[in-house]
């Protein structure tokens, strides 16, 4: 396994639509197994294909950061289907280290995804689960979380994290 390098924050890669994963192969099963490594050398909750540079609807999500591989899943070109409540919390993007603020989301988000055999799935996640459901699945819509927030405020996290990433 391979810790990728991960795009940043300007790189106009970030804000492509991605493609649909089409048959499962070899390569999209190593693709995964990098992410995953990548994601938690970095700590993340998550890691979305388009920040490694892959143009697709693929996207990894672990929630115990490497704890419980029963976590683990993969997102396939996913989709959200229902969305109920809000939970206000700390959000952050491993595109943008250093910067985490507290943005508006679902509280529980259920969505379709495909698994590696074609077949459609249901998932239904709350709380941190949710939140990364929208957050990886934006990544695939060429959408970061920053994005939310209006041009004053965008520009203030802009500096923050340029200053930040300036060591
Ligand atoms: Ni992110």
């Not at 192969?25 to 892959?54: I, K, N, R």
């Not at 996913?78 to 250093?98: D, Y």
Request: with cysteine; charged share 25%; glycine share 8%.
């Amino acid at each position: 396994m391979t810790v990728l390098p991960v795009l940043t924050w300007g790189d106009p890669r970030l804000k492509k639509n991605s493609e649909d994963v089409g048959e499962w192969t070899p390569e999209l099963e190593q693709l995964v197994a990098d992410m995953l490594e990548t994601s938690l050398y970095e700590e993340g909750v998550g890691l979305a294909a388009p920040q490694v540079g892959v143009n697709l609807n693929l996207a990894v999500i672990d929630c115990s950061c490497g704890e419980d591989l029963n976590q683990r899943i993969v997102l396939i070109n996913p989709e959200i289907t229902a969305e109920e409540g809000i939970q206000t919390g700390p959000e952050g993007c491993l595109s943008i280290p250093g910067v985490r603020e507290v943005l508006d989301r679902p509280q529980k988000v259920t969505i379709r995804n495909r698994a590696r055999d074609g077949s459609w799935h249901e998932l239904t996640g709350e709380d941190l689960l949710a939140r990364a459901f929208c957050h990886e699945i934006d990544h695939l819509r060429g959408r970061l979380f920053v994005e939310y927030f209006g041009p004053v405020k965008r520009q203030y996290l802009q500096r923050k994290y340029q200053k930040q990433s300036r060591g």
